[in-house]
Nanobody
Framework: QGKLVESGGGLVQLGGSLRLSCAASALTFSRYAMSWYRQAPGKERELVATITSSGGSSNYADSVKGRFTISRDNAKNTVYLQMNILKPEDTAVYYC?????????WGQGTQVTVSS
Protein backbone atom coordinates (compact mmCIF):
# COMPACT_ATOMS: atom_id res chain seq x y z
CA GLN A 1 0.00 0.00 0.00
CA GLY A 2 1.61 3.21 -1.14
CA LYS A 3 1.92 6.15 1.18
CA LEU A 4 2.26 9.85 0.38
CA VAL A 5 3.13 12.53 2.92
CA GLU A 6 2.91 16.21 2.04
CA SER A 7 4.79 18.98 3.80
CA GLY A 8 5.72 22.62 3.33
CA GLY A 9 2.36 24.29 3.70
CA GLY A 10 1.77 27.30 5.88
CA LEU A 11 0.76 30.94 6.05
CA VAL A 12 2.27 33.32 3.50
CA GLN A 13 1.57 36.88 2.45
CA LEU A 14 0.21 37.96 -0.91
CA GLY A 15 2.97 37.69 -3.50
CA GLY A 16 5.03 35.28 -1.46
CA SER A 17 6.34 31.81 -2.23
CA LEU A 18 6.13 28.33 -0.81
CA ARG A 19 7.51 24.97 -1.86
CA LEU A 20 5.45 21.90 -1.13
CA SER A 21 6.97 18.45 -0.97
CA CYS A 22 5.35 15.04 -1.20
CA ALA A 23 7.40 12.07 -0.09
CA ALA A 24 6.34 8.64 -1.34
CA SER A 25 6.99 5.26 0.21
CA ALA A 26 5.93 1.65 -0.34
CA LEU A 27 5.54 2.13 -4.08
CA THR A 28 7.82 2.16 -7.11
CA PHE A 29 7.81 5.92 -7.40
CA SER A 30 9.37 6.12 -10.86
CA ARG A 31 6.41 4.24 -12.34
CA TYR A 32 3.83 6.75 -11.16
CA ALA A 33 2.66 9.99 -12.66
CA MET A 34 2.35 12.53 -9.87
CA SER A 35 -0.15 15.31 -9.46
CA TRP A 36 -0.98 18.13 -7.10
CA TYR A 37 -4.62 18.94 -6.38
CA ARG A 38 -6.15 21.54 -4.12
CA GLN A 39 -9.46 22.01 -2.39
CA ALA A 40 -10.67 25.32 -1.04
CA PRO A 41 -13.50 25.52 1.53
CA GLY A 42 -16.86 24.92 -0.09
CA LYS A 43 -15.31 24.03 -3.44
CA GLU A 44 -14.54 20.84 -5.28
CA ARG A 45 -11.05 19.43 -5.43
CA GLU A 46 -9.25 20.67 -8.54
CA LEU A 47 -6.19 19.55 -10.44
CA VAL A 48 -3.29 21.99 -10.16
CA ALA A 49 -0.39 20.28 -11.92
CA THR A 50 0.73 16.90 -13.22
CA ILE A 51 4.13 15.47 -14.09
CA THR A 52 4.86 12.25 -15.94
CA SER A 53 6.68 9.35 -14.33
CA SER A 54 9.98 10.31 -15.95
CA GLY A 55 9.53 14.01 -15.27
CA GLY A 56 9.77 14.76 -18.95
CA SER A 57 6.41 16.46 -19.27
CA SER A 58 4.14 18.50 -17.06
CA ASN A 59 0.80 20.27 -17.29
CA TYR A 60 -0.82 23.03 -15.27
CA ALA A 61 -4.20 24.49 -14.56
CA ASP A 62 -4.64 27.83 -16.29
CA SER A 63 -4.99 29.54 -12.93
CA VAL A 64 -1.42 28.66 -11.91
CA LYS A 65 0.48 28.70 -15.20
CA GLY A 66 3.58 30.84 -14.98
CA ARG A 67 3.45 30.91 -11.17
CA PHE A 68 3.69 27.25 -10.10
CA THR A 69 6.25 24.63 -11.11
CA ILE A 70 5.95 20.90 -10.51
CA SER A 71 9.10 18.79 -10.38
CA ARG A 72 10.20 15.43 -9.09
CA ASP A 73 13.30 13.65 -7.88
CA ASN A 74 12.94 9.95 -8.53
CA ALA A 75 16.07 9.20 -6.53
CA LYS A 76 14.41 10.75 -3.47
CA ASN A 77 10.87 9.49 -4.19
CA THR A 78 9.64 13.05 -3.88
CA VAL A 79 7.55 15.43 -5.93
CA TYR A 80 7.59 19.18 -5.40
CA LEU A 81 5.35 22.12 -6.13
CA GLN A 82 7.08 25.48 -6.20
CA MET A 83 4.47 28.19 -5.78
CA ASN A 84 5.36 31.80 -6.53
CA ILE A 85 3.39 35.05 -6.65
CA LEU A 86 0.80 33.54 -4.35
CA LYS A 87 -2.70 35.00 -4.28
CA PRO A 88 -5.50 34.71 -1.71
CA GLU A 89 -7.39 32.49 -4.15
CA ASP A 90 -4.56 29.95 -3.87
CA THR A 91 -5.65 29.30 -0.28
CA ALA A 92 -6.61 25.63 -0.03
CA VAL A 93 -5.58 22.24 1.23
CA TYR A 94 -3.06 20.84 -1.25
CA TYR A 95 -2.95 17.11 -1.92
CA CYS A 96 -0.54 15.02 -3.92
CA UNK A 97 -1.66 11.99 -5.87
CA UNK A 98 0.25 9.11 -7.38
CA UNK A 99 -1.34 7.48 -10.43
CA UNK A 100 -0.06 4.16 -11.69
CA UNK A 101 -1.27 1.46 -14.09
CA UNK A 102 -3.09 -0.47 -11.39
CA UNK A 103 -3.51 1.84 -8.42
CA UNK A 104 -3.57 5.42 -7.24
CA UNK A 105 -2.79 6.94 -3.87
CA TRP A 106 -3.54 10.21 -2.11
CA GLY A 107 -1.70 12.07 0.59
CA GLN A 108 -3.40 13.58 3.63
CA GLY A 109 -2.99 17.16 2.46
CA THR A 110 -1.21 20.27 3.64
CA GLN A 111 -2.84 23.64 4.27
CA VAL A 112 -1.72 26.71 2.33
CA THR A 113 -3.12 30.05 3.43
CA VAL A 114 -2.36 33.27 1.57
CA SER A 115 -3.13 36.47 3.45
CA SER A 116 -3.84 39.79 1.80
Amino acid sequence: QGKLVESGGGLVQLGGSLRLSCAASALTFSRYAMSWYRQAPGKERELVATITSSGGSSNYADSVKGRFTISRDNAKNTVYLQMNILKPEDTAVYYCKATGPAASYWGQGTQVTVSS
